[in-house]
């Protein structure tokens, strides 16, 4: 299993061109979540998608939007990137673990995005 | 919302006990976790206690909660140099069929010889 994936690694774009930061997972959870990390401020969840076919917003939503392609994939779009969206962006699934852990995230490595 | 804080850096000896505290404001969280980031990796599954329970040992952690103070802090014992990363307090809040947890600030533990 490779667990949860995340492409590209590494993005520079200008301000207000756009792009598509991808995530799978191959453990067949059910839920889906794209973070984003920046210094000194932990990780703040953008959108997150409970189930295949349904979305939420998280707590920073504002210039993102999702789609979950299928059960294993869920990507990020950045329409007008802004140089406030230079950050590290995380994907990360869950599922219900048997044994008191309640539901259990998985991350991914993450992608590193400098908006010029 | 759900806040959490916790310091943002922690500095300790090699063999020494590490001690990272976390202060959380719903007291209706029912799991709480512990993540650890090392250098440009992302989050992994540290630790959890159930609300329930005042304490967990796990090896070289212990976690323990006061859940009426809403304080949860995590005890490194014999903390070694691979143990510095970034340690994030991360209480449950529960919504329909997903798990949305709160990140703290993340403690860096900082481990010298």
């Known amino acids: 299993n490779a667990g949860v994936t995340q492409t590209p690694k590494f993005q520079v774009l200008k301000t207000g061109q756009s792009m598509t930061l991808q995530c799978a997972q191959d453990?067949?959870?059910?839920?889906m979540y794209w973070y984003r990390q920046d210094p000194g401020m932990g990780l703040r969840l953008i959108y997150y998608?409970?189930?295949?076919?349904?979305?939420d917003k998280g707590e920073v939503p504002n210039g993102y939007n999702v789609s979950r392609l299928n059960k294993r994939e869920f990507s990020l779009r950045l329409e007008s990137a802004a140089p406030s969206q230079t950050s590290v962006y995380f994907c990360a699934s869950s599922f219900m673990t048997s044994g008191g852990a309640g539901e259990t995230q998985y991350f991914g490595p993450g992608t590193r995005l400098l908006v010029l | 919302g759900e806040d959490v804080e916790q310091s943002l850096f922690l500095s300790v000896r090699e063999g020494d006990s590490s001690v990272i505290n976390c202060t959380y404001t719903d007291s209706s969280s029912t799991y709480l976790y512990w993540y650890k980031q090392e250098p440009g990796a992302g989050l992994q599954l540290l630790t959890y206690?159930?609300?329930?329970?005042d304490m967990k040992q796990d090896q070289r952690l212990t976690v323990l909660l006061n859940k009426k103070d809403k304080h949860l802090s995590l005890r490194i014992a014999d903390t070694q140099t691979g143990d510095s990363a970034i340690y994030f307090c991360?209480?449950?809040?529960?919504?329909?069929?997903?798990?949305?947890?709160?990140f703290g600030r993340g403690t860096s533990l900082i481990v010298h010889p």
């Open positions: 991360a209480p449950k809040r529960g919504t329909g069929g997903s798990y949305i947890p709160t």
């Open positions: 998608s409970a189930s295949e076919g349904t979305t």
């Open positions: 453990m067949n959870h059910n839920s």
């Open positions: 206690i159930f609300s329930n329970m």
